[in-house]
């Protein structure tokens, strides 16, 4: 199988899924810029966001995918099908009762992420919370599914389905914002709107690519059906598997809610200059990180459960020359390259100059730790299909700590940018802490010619950089504002450029990416 290729796959969906995302905040910051009521969306959406990470795309999927993985290529087809129902039923049930909490809670959930925001904001952002906490359950039950078909090798139709998301809350965006506010209601309400109209339908997408690999759960709504299927055995593992996993991706977004709430202290439009920020270090994130642990995670754990000890090394040295190839580039790009990537994309109406500036200080900070946000996507996966998932959760603890000691030195240093500074140097350390611990344990060793491949791609880097440093400082990206299709043009044409810059490079040196792509 061409590992490369699948994942390719992937980030070409998954570059829709950005692209639209980042047209849904450019949408966001014409309409309405970085203000109170923006915040209040943010912390809004954020409660149920955190709570997805937390239980579908965190604790839950790396709890279930590799024992889903081992379990069907150790016990076949039958058992396996069996372990989908029954953690598919406990978990519709637990979504029910979290929904309901949430939705009770809604006050106490803003409070503890945004007790700064000012009351108008803070009402709002309770109502938008309440309308949008369901959010949750739709796409916890799209995790499940995107976990069965993952396995199943069907990537595209998980990768794709963020696109719906994006899409919906861009159309009611345009088309309710303006008659919310003529009828007296906030227009960020629109935003609310579509989130929860996007988590239906990307619910709905998945049943029928379900059916088509046979492999569709079957929920038992009956309290009987919740017993007999909490008492499968699999329930318990993953249910175990969580408790680690939950602390371990808990912590980092406990780190981003102690970033929501002190980001709502610091000024108005704090919050939204991070998460704009928080969008463009996301678009790679998503790019390389999100697909290349969707095709490594099963591999792995197919490997550590058939005892391949050599490919499962060579999987792991393979995506991390992938993340030295592929995320080194960006990270120079938006250190070197924040504002006119910041300008082109949020500078208009409602988003002012100043807003600018602050964002883009926010992207620089979250570019120094791009390589390692991006790095714990594969390693992280290393210790999960080896069931463990103790060992990155202790380390995530310590990290946790540690990022809060940057902030207390960052952040009245240089305000906003230094949260994601802060987390960004955290995910280095953690990075490094689970590279160290997976050659501790023997399971992963380098393959030959690593000096030789890394001053490769960094000579690129260098190039690629000099030329941004050149093309930022030279042109008045602000005034280009003036005229948004000549920069827009002028963006893709230094974008284009840089792209060619790295890669003639990287040919002249001597290295073959495409080689890359066959990991034995």
């Not at 739709?138 to 090798?153: E, K, Y």
């Not at 910041?342 to 002012?352: D, E, M």
């Not at 230094?494 to 073959?512: D, I, Q």
């Amino acid at each position: 199988m061409n590992l490369l290729r699948a994942a390719s796959t992937i980030s070409l969906l998954t570059l829709a899924s950005r692209i639209t995302g980042l047209a849904r905040e450019t949408m966001a910051a014409g309409l309405f810029g970085a203000t109170a009521m923006m915040d209040a969306y943010l912390v809004a959406f954020r409660i149920p966001n955190l709570l997805r990470r937390l239980f579908a795309e965190g604790a839950f999927s790396q709890a279930f995918v590799p024992l889903l993985a081992a379990t069907k290529a150790a016990e076949g087809e039958a058992a396996t099908r069996r372990l989908i129902d029954a953690v598919a039923t406990v978990l519709l049930w637990a979504l029910v009762a979290t929904s309901v909490v949430g939705v009770v809670a809604a006050p106490v959930l803003v409070w503890l992420l945004g007790s700064g925001l000012p009351g108008p904001a803070f009402d709002a952002s309770v109502t938008m919370t309440r309308f949008m906490f369901p959010y949750i359950a739709c796409m916890s039950m799209v995790a499940l599914s995107a976990g069965i078909l993952n396995t199943w090798r069907r990537f595209v139709v998980p990768a794709a389905t963020p696109v719906l998301l994006n899409l919906s809350v861009i159309a009611t965006g345009w088309a309710l914002a303006g008659p919310l506010e003529r009828a007296g209601y906030p227009g960020i309400y629109a935003m609310a709107f579509g989130v929860m109209l996007g988590g239906v339908l990307q619910l709905l997408v998945q049943w029928p690519a379900l059916r088509a690999a046979d492999a569709m759960p079957r929920m038992r709504l009956s309290l009987a059906g919740f017993r007999e299927s909490r008492a499968n055995p699999g329930v318990g593992r993953v249910i175990r598997g969580m408790g680690p996993a939950l602390l371990g991706v808990g912590v980092s977004q406990l780190s981003l809610m102690i970033n929501t709430q002190i980001s709502s202290h610091l000024a108005e439009g704090a919050t939204s200059w991070l998460n704009y920020a928080d969008r463009l270090m996301e678009f790679p994130i998503g790019l390389l990180g999100v697909a290349l642990a969707a095709v490594l995670t099963p591999q792995l754990s197919a490997a550590q459960a058939s005892g391949a000890s050599e490919r499962y090394s060579r999987l792991l040295d393979w995506g991390l020359r992938m993340v030295m190839l592929l995320a080194l580039p960006c990270a120079v790009a938006l250190i070197v390259f924040a504002e006119p990537l910041t300008a082109v994309l949020y500078h208009r109406k409602a988003f002012r100059p100043e807003d600018v500036v602050h964002t883009a200080q926010a992207v620089m900070g979250w570019g120094v730790g791009l390589m390692g946000l991006i790095a714990v996507k594969v390693l992280a996966p290393g210790f999960y299909a080896r069931q463990d998932t103790g060992t990155p959760a202790k380390i995530a603890i310590a990290v946790l700590v540690l990022t809060q000691l940057f902030n207390l030195v960052f952040v009245p240093w240089i305000g906003v940018a230094g949260l994601a500074l802060s987390i960004g140097l955290g995910a280095l350390v953690n990075a490094g802490w689970l590279l160290w611990g997976l050659r501790k344990l023997g399971g992963y060793r380098p393959e030959p010619g690593w000096a030789g491949f890394g001053l490769r791609v960094v000579l690129g880097c260098v190039a690629m950089g000099l030329l941004q440093w050149q093309l930022a400082t030279r042109l008045d990206w602000i005034a280009l504002g003036a005229r948004e299709i000549q920069r827009g043009a002028v963006m893709a044409g230094c974008l284009s450029a840089s792209a060619a810059v790295y890669f003639a490079v990287l040919l002249l040196v001597g290295l073959r990416p495409r080689a890359l792509g066959r990991p034995s």
